[in-house]
């Protein structure tokens, strides 16, 4: 304290007694001891009224005036404060004047009364604490039990306390070790707080006083503190309202947007409205939310279908289904309630539906009468909006029993609307974004046929993550000539639309060179160089296998992958094929080696991505030893086969990374199934050439296609006896799901289709072999060229 004798800003020892239910002292802290006089271990116990003798109670700031001694005796039921004279002996000078403050206590513990006090001499004058602005603060390391809570719950106390300001005090107390008592000239805070609970306790227990004199006869006037306290009655409803209208739409929050999946989306807000806040419920959506077309442009019209996508009611059973099913689309005309919310994007309020107004609304229900449903009901239609466009509406109706909807109910459905229309865009953006993601994925990998000459296939692919369906791993099969199949599997380094389109680039050359029939080595060679040209970031893994199913043999070369599984069909074994494993493609400057594999009959293929058999933490050779069990195991069918690999392998260690898989059957062709023929280039060969492909399609059974082939036959025959520069003409058939034919000569050159005019000697030959074969082609040979054509078999 200061010489001008004005209070100054400090701390000053605070004593902190709780009493129980009892009146009994249950905690005494060493403040009290300082103030009060006696120890703690002889104070708790005791009663309470024994060790506080105060007289002389001055109430203060609270709701009715309350002294020390009736707070001790447990009457008490509010906070309250106020000033005492503390008798420390019988001279008048030893008298110490004291301020307290009482706050009641609610909770499991024993303890129901709170009492701090301080000496006012502290404070320094005598104007009391009306002039200082008195705030207590709370030790934290006192060891009574309800020390955490009033610490925590320091700002509910003190209401014009900020949270920073009560976090600042607790932390002078931590650090000063004991209890003490800030104030301030500056802040106006009040030394009782102003709970509106206390207020209404007071005014119940007023207003029972008066209902009970009336009863005796006793009447009681009425005065200005009634009308006041009607006025605050009121406004305890309108708070109370408000309070169930904020909870209702925390609710709300905590029960819709658990999922990004829009269906599941549609349901929570539909069911999280029912039956607290309406009766029934219609979700509408526009068409292009519910068909994942991105965001709708433009605002809507009459022409505007709506799709209604949920429905949920408190009705019995069955009651709406047949007249509003769910799944159906309808427009809305201009005059209904319905357009005018979807055009303004403002909740409508139709407080009572009329026979007229129900007769309207039916119209747009054909052949099914609507209007005991809806008749003099209320209703409320809310916008599901998101960047100010209108994505869907919900329509509330409530039944005649309950209160209809008023303004702070259209208030709370803008509210709820808002916060679902939030949710539901964001489910639409994903579901949208899957959508592309998918159809991406889908465009780059190929749509595999399941039977190609010799052999049978299988495929599956399964993204890394449900968020990242777009990976760089892809598989293929290439029709070749000669019957034969290439078989790849690759995988593009990384994840996402970047490694997708590297895919795409890699997986169209890797095509188009196959075309061309280059050797697997040669092929890698080639895809390096122009990964390479592409960019430093172009780094892919690539497996290229060429089954020939007449030679009975995998011509394979290996970038960087993971080897395949042989499953021998002879004695159901597996292994791992012992491939050089080369560099990724992209590294460059390394060279790429192929081998020759000889297969039988009913042997399996096995390729796939390092994704199926890697995890975490666990070296690559379990997984590949668990990838030859699970090949091996038998299977009923090729698609049965995959499950079995893909259970097996994919559910290890929380996969993350794509997986493509890749399984071939290699059939061959029995030795009847195969025709071949060696000619000499010579003119007379051609009818020897038809009559020979005759007689083999009518062995087969295939007379139908016989004239077909035959044409075809000689016109490739008779180029190549044109052009074979004196050396062999091969001719092979191959009888598979179709009819496979090749023609082979020692010319390089291949030919082209050409437009021949009616003077043209050349130039019609390949316009007949294209004009009558399924598909045909031309492809270089190690001695010359190829020139094959298919024919669909048929009998007739």
Known sequence: MDGTGQAPQGRVPLAVVLVDHAGRVSHWSSGARRLFGPPKEDAVGRPAADLLPVSGALPQQGPAPHDLEESLGGQLSYPAAGRARLDTSAEPR????????????VGPGPERLLVLAADARRLGGDEGPEAERIAPAFALHTDFPAADELARKLPEILPSMSVSESARIVSQVLELGYPVLEFSQHDRIPVTPDWGVSRRTERKARRAAAARATALGVPSPRTPLDDAE??????????????????????????IGSSLDLSRTIVEVSRAVVPRFTDVAGTYLREQVVAGEGFPEGAPDATTMWHRVALEHTDEPGRWDDVV????????PVHTPFFQCMTSGDPVLVPYISEEMGNAIASQFEKRDIRPLINHRSMLVVPLKARNVVLGFMILLRHQERPVFNDMDRATGAELAARAGLVLDNARMYTYQEAVAETLQDSMLPH????????????????????????????????????RTALVVGDVMGHGLNSAAMMGQLRTAVQTMAALDLPPAQLLRNLDDLAQRLGDNYLATCLYAVYDPIAGELHIANAGHIPPVLVRAADGGSELLELPTGAPIGVGGVPFESVRVPVAPGD??????????????????????????SAAHPAASMDDACDTIIRTLATRGGRKDDVALLLARLNGFAGDDVAHWTFDPEPAEVPRARGLVRDQLALWGLPGISDSAEQIVGELVANAVCHARGGPVQLRLVRSGTLLCEVEDTEHALPTLLNAGPGDEFGRGLRVVARL?????????????????ELSASSR
């Open 94 to 105: 030893d008298r110490i004047d004291v301020l307290w403050w009482a706050y009641p206590l």
């Open 604 to 629: 399996r293929l096995v390729m796939c991505t390092d994704g199926l058999v890697e995890v975490r933490g666990e070296d690559i050779g379990v997984g590949l030893a668990a990838l030859c069990e």
């Open 773 to 789: 074969s399924r598909a045909w082609g031309t492809s270089r040979t190690a001695t010359g060229k190829t020139v094959w054509f």
């Open 230 to 255: 009607d006025a605050e009655d009121a406004e305890d409803i309108e708070y109370a309202a408000v309070r169930d209208r904020l909870e209702f739409l925390n609710e709300v929050s905590g029960r």
């Open 325 to 332: 099913p769910v799944g159906e689309s309808m427009p809305f």
């Open 448 to 483: 595999i046929e399941p039977h190609m000459p010799g052999c049978d296939i299988a495929t599956r692919y399964l993204p890394g993550t449900l968020l990242g369906r777009v990976g760089g791993d892809w598989f293929d099969s290439i029709k070749l000539p000669g019957a």
